[in-house]
């Protein structure tokens, strides 16, 4: 079975400090769409800083527009961070992006609602209704270097132009995190070993940890970020033995339904009125994966889930993993 691997090269630590610094600068202290302080997510292809609930809008608009990060739990590569570097942060980029907002046009605050927000989003980076009439930004990154390269007084007549489309909508109503914690007992595909690493999907996003190699009982302690549709369905995971020369070989898989936690996250939508507790249960049974029931509690202000699974079609292994629910509207 043939299989892309989704890595970053790691960035410099230099590049690192780079990235903190940026965020630390005064107009980054806010987010650049609806002002909520203190943001900890960015668009590494626009090259703004945004909060957690602009960043599920963000994702909502697919990566070819926004590709979103979190400036503390992903990994960033080092050209993401030079990009966010030559942007300049939010000012540098809402001198674009915001350039001609109607006059007395009121942008979207931290306590907006989501509708509001995805209203203006959409009008700010997919539609570009804001851009100088006629233009319209294909890359934010190729506009940068045109603008770099050109002569200081073209300014906003050096981007690149293309006409409009409509881009299909996927309408998203949370955030997942799921933490690899470990696997166990995992099905030899080396001639002793086995170098392993997790592919967790929903719809058409799919992230990946690090390969752990030669390892039956890795340990990756890793958090992946996924945005909810709509109408999701079974959160998918799927264990994979890296190989350098050939097609990655299959581990086993397993699928995870995520209604009970959606639906005990719903409905007790103000955890911060809840002490720990516990709020619901997804029962083991011959149609899924677990190993044991699986609980759904509230954990100092957050809707966690502790899943054990059985790996399916192999021979042998197991994976625990954890699950946290974010709202966009929390």
Not at 79 to 90: A, L, P, T
Not at 134 to 144: G, N, T, Y
Request: net charge negative; glycine share 6%.
């Amino acid at each position: 079975m043939s299989n892309q691997q989704y890595e970053y090269g790691r960035p410099s630590p230099g590049n690192l400090r780079k990235l903190k610094e940026l965020l630390l600068k005064s107009d980054n202290r806010t987010c650049a769409d609806c002002g909520a302080p203190d943001p900890k997510w960015a668009s590494a292809n626009i090259g703004v800083f945004i909060c957690l609930k602009c960043c599920g809008v963000h994702r909502s608009l697919g990566t070819h527009i926004s590709k979103v990060l979190s400036v503390t739990l992903d990994d960033w590569s080092d050209d993401e961070i030079d990009f966010m570097s030559e942007v300049g942060g939010n000012i540098s980029a809402n001198a674009i992006y915001e350039a001609y907002l109607p006059k007395g046009f009121s942008k979207p605050g931290p306590n907006s609602s989501h509708e509001e927000r995805m209203n203006f989003i959409r009008s700010k980076y997919e539609l570009q209704e804001f851009l100088k009439p006629s233009l319209r930004i294909a890359s934010f990154a190729s506009a940068m270097s045109s603008l770099n390269s050109s002569d200081s007084g073209k300014n906003m007549d050096s981007f690149r132009v293309m006409s409009k489309k409509t881009v299909g909508m996927v309408e998203f109503i949370g955030l997942l995190k799921v933490k690899v914690i470990k696997g166990t007992n995992l099905a030899i595909r080396d001639m002793r070993s086995s170098d392993p690493y997790v592919i967790v999907n929903i719809g058409q996003q799919k992230v990946q940890t690090t390969v752990i190699n030669s390892n039956l009982n890795p340990v990756w302690n890793e958090e992946l970020m996924l945005s909810v549709p709509q109408n999701y369905g079974a959160l998918k995971l799927q264990v994979f033995d890296h190989d350098t020369f050939s097609a990655d070989d299959i581990m086993g898989e397993a699928e995870i339904d995520i209604q009970p936690l959606v639906a005990a996250a719903t409905a007790f939508e103000d955890v911060d009125m809840y002490g720990n507790m516990q709020i619901g249960k997804w029962l083991k049974s011959a149609d899924n994966a677990l190993v044991r029931d699986s609980t759904i509690n509230i954990i100092d202000g957050k809707v966690k889930q502790e899943v054990s699974l059985k790996l399916q079609n192999v021979e042998s292994g197991e994976v625990d993993v954890e699950l946290e629910w974010m709202p966009l509207d929390q």
